[in-house]
């Protein structure tokens, strides 16, 4: 499964509501985000790599994870907050685990501004842009 396959389905099953799109990708991660072994899960064994493996340790359930929540996280509150959660998560992270996890920092780093972008893109849509194509398709 790629984040595109999951996103496409998540905005299927949500009838195009963007925000709860996210929300449902987000919370399909939160379920299993403390259990030891996660790697492990069904889910998880489908899991397309999001990240080089920097870190050495198999860790993509949680690059996963940390993606969906902050791009959430960025779409609801744009771009510079975002980085700063992200940036505060990875210091958390590190406080707490005494180890430097290049992969999930590089998701912390980046994930938010790709929300913020999204919802950028989204409140520049115009509806006249689709009614023109609309237009056009049917003429043809």
Aim: hydrophobic share 35%.
């Amino acid at each position: 499964m790629t984040l595109s396959e999951l996103f496409r389905k998540s905005y299927q099953l949500n009838a195009g509501d963007v925000y709860l799109s996210l929300l449902t990708a987000t919370n399909v991660f939160s379920r299993f985000w403390f259990l030891k072994g996660r790697e492990t899960l069904s889910i998880a064994t489908r899991l397309k790599l999001i990240t080089a493996e920097q870190s050495g340790e198999d860790d993509n359930y949680g690059s996963w994870h940390h993606f969906w929540g902050l791009v959430l996280f960025g779409y609801c509150h744009g771009a510079t907050s975002s980085k700063l959660v992200g940036w505060l998560e990875s210091m958390g992270s590190q406080r707490v685990t005494k180890t430097d996890e290049a992969d999930e920092n590089y998701v912390n780093h980046h994930a938010g501004p790709v929300g913020a972008d999204l919802r950028k893109e989204i409140e520049n849509w115009s509806s006249d842009r689709f009614e023109a194509s609309e237009n056009t398709r049917h003429a043809n």
